[in-house]
């Protein structure tokens, strides 16, 4: 693990005059930046609505069929932790953003670079709030991928293990062709 940076120490109000323009970039970046980390955990947030949606339909799509009893058990397997880690992917933490009420009662009467300091070292605390949160929706969502993707595998294999023999065309008053392995061997 990193070591964190100490935080420099304090300036003093000339030298948050001095600093306003570069506190200024740097509040503009860091507001930018916490702006994209939240469309990055919607994305996720959507992508896992999808997931949890095809996982039910898949599931249900395999329950409405005959399937061989091993590999289907083990596709619905596959599929409730699928919709379990997508569902969990709502239930985290909200990310941690600016409280307007309180930033302005807080701030109201600072000097410019005091109130942009301030700001400043308030996002780069939200943003690593966050960024936790993050990493635990992305960790889940790609377990969800996963077992999606596991139970359309085992999904198709039950489905072909069950018909596998059913699926042989035979016309109405002729007996089912006998499989290879029980046809006695005719001699020529």
């Known amino acids: 693990m990193a070591a964190t940076p100490a935080p420099p120490p304090a300036m003093t109000p000339q030298e948050l005059q001095q600093q306003e323009q570069t506190l200024e970039l740097i509040n503009s970046e860091l507001a930018a930046r916490l702006a994209r ?11 896992a609505i999808f997931l ?13 069929r005959s399937y061989e009893p091993f590999t289907g058990a083990a596709a619905f397997l596959a599929y409730a932790v699928a919709i379990g880690f997508g569902i969990a992917i709502f239930n985290l933490a909200e990310y941690e953003d600016l409280k307007p009420r309180e930033t302005l009662d807080t701030y109201a009467r600072s000097t410019k ?24 929706k992305t ?10 993707g596991a139970g359309i595998c085992l999904s198709t294999v039950s ?20 499989s290879s392995a029980t046809t006695p061997t005719q001699p020529h």
């Open 159 to 178: 489905l072909v293990l069950h018909t596998d023999g059913h699926d042989r065309h035979t016309e109405p008053g002729k007996p089912a062709p006998a």
């Open 37 to 47: 980390q939240a469309e990055s955990g919607a994305k996720v947030d959507t992508k």
């Open 52 to 64: 949890v949606g095809f996982a039910a339909t898949a599931a249900q799509f395999l329950a409405s």
């Open 113 to 136: 670079g005091a109130t942009l300091g301030a700001l400043a070292g308030t996002r780069v605390g939200f943003f690593e709030k966050n960024e936790a949160v993050h990493q635990r």
């Open 139 to 148: 960790k889940r969502w790609t377990v969800a991928l996963a077992a999606v």
